[in-house]
């Protein structure tokens, strides 16, 4: 810190902050985690300095040989990890891997056929009148994926995003009772529908999918399954989800962020079947321009960790976490979406304590318990104040918490809410008992500091 120091103190300042805070408090956000020294450090690397659009072997720039070397690793560790076919690890994040399977998808059943029909090979060569019918025929697609409230993500055809604006799009639910995927009610929509491309995966649904049914539906509609594993990937790596759990056996496309559960540097995966890797492997320039060649180096870097026995253990013990967080809650009378977990998410509906979302979120943050708000399935308050607060245990599991300590936060998280009066957190000063619960922490966690 003290090179960064020399040039701009106040980065170094919160730089400093952010390691003081991160160690400070429970992150309990489902989507983060701590990478290792290892990621971390090679993250900072001079590969940060070089250019290497193009793909291994054949850039457009001169001198990426070493690039080379660490993108077949990553490419090389994905396909070993995962069991698939192909693997693509330019995206920079989440976002564009599923813009790049979006845009592999319509390459390979759109544009492939259109232009095998046109008798053309390339569409730099078509007519103007040709480019024009071509870009309307690739915005005329249609999209299935699960809602944001149900627990989708934005990329899946919400739509501000450009997901939404990209495609026809529709959304498939839960179960209102349940807060179940209804897989019968997915089939039905999608024979409507009649998506090219049908979306699984979500990140904030604390239930496992079925992919092999999802594929079922797929094939009898016609559709592509995509399947964003983005939240979930580490439980996939470590084998706590195999079998029809498991997507990639079943899907086409499969996308996923590398920082969540998986544990990597910040950063997107496409693994595909041999059908679908020529068209994802033109990413770049389809989608992307120069990979972030450090980042892809990180990404080999842990890979390789997730490949190590050790990341078996620690992705059970997520799931177990989850687990016993879900019970905490229930025994302490909490309300939970779906009534517990069998991933890495808890989602807690905190209306029964007289909270929003947001509120809930604000006398947490309080009391040094880091979470998001988050919908729940037919929220009353919407996206922005919300119901609901969403749990992850993939970080602290990182930092060595077990079954007894997750039943701990559970203790405070329902402690907190429940001395907790609208209108008295952050906006209107935090509750008296979330100050006590804060002082609690602080201590514990200074006592843990000194430690490291
Ligand atoms: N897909 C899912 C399911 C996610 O949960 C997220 C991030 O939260 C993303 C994609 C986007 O990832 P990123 O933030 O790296 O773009």
Redesign the pocket.
């Known amino acids: 810190l003290a090179v960064i120091e020399a040039v701009e103190p106040r980065v170094a300042d919160a730089t400093r902050a952010e390691l003081a805070d991160q160690r400070a408090s429970l992150k309990l956000i489902a989507?983060e985690n701590y990478a290792s020294p290892a990621v971390l450090l090679t993250m900072g690397s001079w590969f940060s300095d070089k250019y290497a659009e193009g793909t291994v072997g054949h850039r457009f720039y001169a001198g990426c040989q070493n690039v080379d070397t660490v993108e077949s690793l990553a490419a090389e560790h994905a396909r070993e990890l995962f069991g698939a076919e192909y693997a693509y690890a330019q995206p920079?994040?989440?976002?564009?891997?599923?813009l790049v399977a979006f845009w592999s998808i319509l390459a390979h059943r759109v544009e492939g056929p259109w232009l095998e029909k046109a008798g053309s090979k390339n569409v730099a060569e078509l007519t103007d009148a040709d480019w024009e019918e071509l870009r309307r025929e690739l915005g005329n697609q249609r999209l299935l994926g699960m809602s944001l409230d149900a627990g989708?993500?934005?990329?899946?055809g919400f739509r501000p995003n450009i997901s939404g604006k990209m495609f026809h799009q529709q959304q498939y639910g839960t179960d209102p009772e349940t807060g179940l995927l209804d897989y019968d009610a997915v089939r039905a929509k999608a024979k409507e529908f009649k998506p090219l491309i049908l979306v699984a995966?979500?990140?904030?649904y604390p239930r496992r999918v079925n992919f092999a049914k999802m594929r079922e539906i797929a094939d009898e509609v016609g559709a592509t399954l995509m399947v964003?594993?983005?939240?979930f990937a580490g439980l996939v790596a470590g084998k706590v989800f195999t079998g029809e759990e498991d997507p990639v056996p079943y899907a086409h496309v499969v996308?996923?962020?590398t920082?969540?559960s998986l544990r990597g540097p910040?950063?997107?995966l496409v693994l595909a079947t041999e059908e679908y890797a020529p068209s994802v492997d033109r990413g770049c320039p389809m989608v992307l321009g120069g990979p972030l060649s450090h980042v892809m180096a990180a990404k080999a870097v842990a890979l390789a960790e997730a490949r190590q026995p050790a990341f078996a253990t620690y992705a059970q013990q997520v799931a177990d976490n989850a687990q016993a967080l879900a019970e905490g809650f229930n025994s302490r009378g909490a309300r939970l979406v779906t009534g517990g977990t069998d991933n890495h998410i808890v989602l807690l509906d905190v209306s029964g304590f007289g909270l929003t979302g947001r509120q809930a979120e604000s006398a947490l943050l309080d009391a040094g318990v880091v979470t998001n708000r988050n919908s729940i399935p037919a929220d009353p308050n919407g996206a922005w104040y919300t119901s609901g607060i969403r749990f992850g245990t993939p970080a602290l599991t990182s930092r060595g918490f077990g079954r007894d300590e997750f039943d701990k936060v559970a203790e405070l998280v329902v402690d907190v809410l429940r001395n907790t009066q609208p209108g008295t957190t952050k906006a209107g000063g935090p509750s008296k008992a979330s100050y006590t619960l804060a002082d609690g922490i602080a201590d514990r966690t200074k006592a843990a500091s000194a430690e490291m």
Do not use: V, W
């Not at 920079?92 to 599923?98: K, L, P, R, T, V």
């Not at 995966?201 to 904030?204: D, K, L, N, T």
């Not at 964003?228 to 939240?231: G, I, K, V």
């Open positions: 989507s920079h994040s989440g976002i564009d891997a599923n989708g993500h934005l990329t899946h995966g979500y990140s904030a964003d594993m983005a939240h996308t996923t962020t920082h969540k910040r950063g997107g």
